[in-house]
Each structure stands twice: as C-alpha cells, then as structure tokens.
T-cell receptor, first 109, second 117 residues
C-alpha cells in the first residue's frame, strides 16, 4: 500500500530551526512535494524534490533520499507566521499526489 | 504558475438542499481539475478528477450522483453537493496541475467551507 508517516505535531521557538521528517511508501515515484497549510486555508506550495539531495529556498530547505523513502523540510529563523501544518506529498507512478495528515507546527515566542 | 479561484468561500445551507461550488482557472486552460475534501485535522482526500468535455473520474467510495461535477470549459469546473446532509460539512478544495514543463505542482483554489445545518 501507499502511506506517509510524519509527526502529528511539533513545537519550536521563534528564531530557532526545526526539521520535519517524512517517510513514505508509494507505488512508483515521481518526486515529492511539501505544502504549507494554515488553518482554514488551502495548501500552498513550498518545494519539490525529484533527485536526491538538498534544495534550498530562502528560510526553507527540503531534502530527499529516494533509496530510503525519506524527506525532510528544514525551517530556519522561525517566525510566528510559520505556525501551520506542513504536508509531505509524494507523487506516485500515476502522477497522483499521496497526502498524509501533515505535521502541525506550533511556534512559541 | 496557475491562479485558481473558488467561490463561494463559505456556505451554510439547510439539510436537503443542494450547493454548487465553482472552481476557475484564471490564467491557465485546465483540461483537468481535481476536487479534494478535507475534514478537520485530517488529510486531503481526492474525491474526483474533473475532465473538460467528458465525465469526471470518481475515487472509490465517492458517490457520483451525490457529488455532481461539471467541467464544461477549460477554465471552469463546478462541484454540486446534492441533498446535502450534516456529514457533508467539510472543506472542499479544487486544484489544477501547473503548466507543462513546470514541476507539475498542484495549484489550489482558496477552498470552500460547507456547513450543513
């Protein structure tokens, strides 16, 4: 079967760094997306990885290891507005995104 | 990237009535749109794939007669929740894939929150 495993909730301090891990199992693989979703809003795109390694984009970075079925999202210099759910979504061989429940990130002052 | 707009953002209706939600691709001709549903604290669940000019493809367990999808043009898809009941109360989100040559990321509409009394 296909499944996503992310922590349900994480807490971090403003200004700090947090890493959100994701392991996945899919039927085929066509890359992995990270989305941010604030409460009551639709998801917004953060990153896409299809090759192994680290992709850096401002305060956010995303890492992928295809052989391990593992990805992480790294958030630096945390701000209060980063409080949201972070969704790891691999794309399977049919180009369908597989969604988990996401990781709720709580930022404290 | 594509800009996707949904309407209405919020809707409250009485049990037994029907509700129509519109999804527009404002700057991109989308032959395919996706409809998702999300219950509180749960993952996005793909309901159906809307295909322009043909019948939608529904995911297993989604009643096609209850959730009517019409994709009459390249920029508009509509989802009609027929005879809505309180258990249909949810967050409904549409999306389109990016342009060819992009990463294939999904661009989401703002979402429509349905509350059935």
């Amino acid at each position: 079967g296909q499944n996503i495993d992310q922590p349900t909730e994480m807490t971090a301090t403003e200004g700090a760094i947090v890493q959100i891990n994701c392991t996945y199992q899919t039927s085929g693989f066509n890359g992995l997306f990270w989305y941010q979703q604030h409460a009551g809003e639709a998801p917004t795109f953060l990153s896409y990885n299809v090759l192994d390694g680290l992709e850096e984009k401002g305060r956010f970075s995303s890492f992928l290891s295809r052989s391990k079925g593992y990805s992480y999202l790294l958030l630096k210099e945390l701000q209060m507005k980063d409080s949201a759910s972070y969704l790891c979504a691999p794309m399977d061989s049919n180009y369908q995104l597989i969604w988990g429940a996401g990781t709720k990130l709580i930022i404290k002052p | 990237g594509a800009v996707v707009s949904q309407h209405p953002s919020w809707v409250i209706c009485k049990s037994g009535t029907s509700v129509k939600i519109e999804c527009r691709s404002l700057d991109f001709q989308a032959t395919t749109m996706f409809w998702y549903r999300q219950f509180p604290k749960q993952s996005l669940m793909l309901m159906a794939t809307s295909n322009e000019g043909s019948k939608a493809t529904y995911e297993q367990g989604v009643e096609k007669d209850k959730f009517l999808i019409n994709h009459a043009s390249l920029t508009l898809s509509t989802l009609t929740v027929t005879s809505a009941h309180p258990e249909d109360s949810s967050f409904y989100i549409c999306s389109v894939h990016g342009l060819a040559g992009d990463t294939g990321e999904l661009f989401f509409g703002e979402g429509s929150r349905l509350t059935v009394l």
